[in-house]
């Protein structure tokens, strides 16, 4: 068996800017006083268009300045664009409005350059915010770039998650992670469903991935379905229903290849951990 765990990489000989940019980001986001959305616009700002970043009012209403650039601009502030779960009816404006402008900051410094394939400031920058747009979110949660929610304040994520790049999350209905659970890149975690006469009749269902479950790469989990313990869905699976525990489930749509060998021998209560009773 080769055992390969991550590298230590050298310091970045800059490394002291990024650590003041996500304190000067944290302790905003500290203060109940902060005005979300503005500090997006301007983190944004300061970031994709300095030269803007003091004077973006004046700029935007400027009708002196290419159209093209006053929308750029315009669309630096989470008020002036719309995400597509803004429009589902069962969206709490509230408690969404109140998310958007840490998701709109989370999606544009994935398109940028000192985000998108940026690991560590990338990781840290997504450690920082999902507290704040998640329901819970528990300690070392890594994502990866381009990560996309739904709802996002309906995600729950206990310890030491981690999400790879291009995956799909709709917490629509809710998803609830335990701990140690990976998610590999492009897979999808489905939590909302159409009715297949009328597509607008929309059924929103709980997904689980209890403690130590794989989702591998491409990989789709459609709503309700509850991942157990330390089980694991193949790379390009669909799993349209509840996986057991210690199982490995292939294929479409997704059966048990076979029980993990480490699979303790009497199977009761071997799942007691933090996601099992939601
Ligand atoms: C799920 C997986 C781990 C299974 O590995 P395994 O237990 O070693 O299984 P095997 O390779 O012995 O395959 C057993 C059977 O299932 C089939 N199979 C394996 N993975 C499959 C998949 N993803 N989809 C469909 N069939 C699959 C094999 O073709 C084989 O079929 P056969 O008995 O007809 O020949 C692996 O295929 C997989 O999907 N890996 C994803 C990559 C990964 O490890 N990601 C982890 C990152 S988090």
């Excluded at 408690?95 to 840490?102: D, E, M, N, Y």
């Excluded at 489905?190 to 709980?206: C, L, N």
Aim: aromatic share 8%; proline share 6%.
């Amino acid at each position: 068996m080769a055992y390969y765990p991550l590298r230590p990489l050298p310091d970045r000989p800059r490394r002291a800017v990024a650590d003041a940019w996500l304190d000067e980001l944290a302790a905003a986001l500290a203060d109940p006083a902060t005005d979300r959305a503005v500090l997006c616009r301007r983190t944004l700002a300061e970031i994709a268009y300095p030269a803007y970043a003091a004077n973006w009012e004046t700029a935007v209403n400027d009708p002196a300045l290419p159209a093209g650039l006053r929308l750029a601009l315009a669309a630096l502030d989470p008020r002036e664009i719309t995400l597509e779960p803004e429009y589902y009816a069962e969206c709490d404006e509230a408690r969404f409005q109140r998310v958007k402008p840490l998701l709109w900051l989370w999606y544009s410094f994935d398109r940028l350059a000192p985000g998108g394939q940026n690991v560590d400031v990338g990781v840290r920058l997504r450690r920082l915010l999902a507290p704040y747009i998640f329901r819970r979110c528990g300690e070392n949660f890594k994502a990866f770039q381009h990560v996309e929610f739904s709802f996002g304040y309906n995600m729950e994520v206990g310890d030491n998650c981690v999400v790879h790049r291009h995956v799909l999350l709709d917490d629509r209905g809710g998803i609830v992670m335990g701990n140690n659970v990976s998610v590999s890149d492009y897979a999808n975690i489905y939590s909302h469903t159409h009715s297949i006469v009328d597509q607008r009749d929309v059924t929103d269902a709980v997904t689980v991935l209890e403690d130590n479950v794989r989702i591998t790469y491409h990989a789709t989990v459609l709503a309700g379905v509850r991942v157990a313990c330390n089980g694991m869905v193949g790379a390009v699976a669909v799993a349209t229903k509840d996986v057991r525990p210690y199982h490995v489930y292939v294929g479409i749509p997704a059966k048990s290849i076979r029980v993990k060998p480490n699979a303790p021998q009497d199977m009761t209560n071997v799942c007691l951990p933090s996601a099992r009773d939601r």
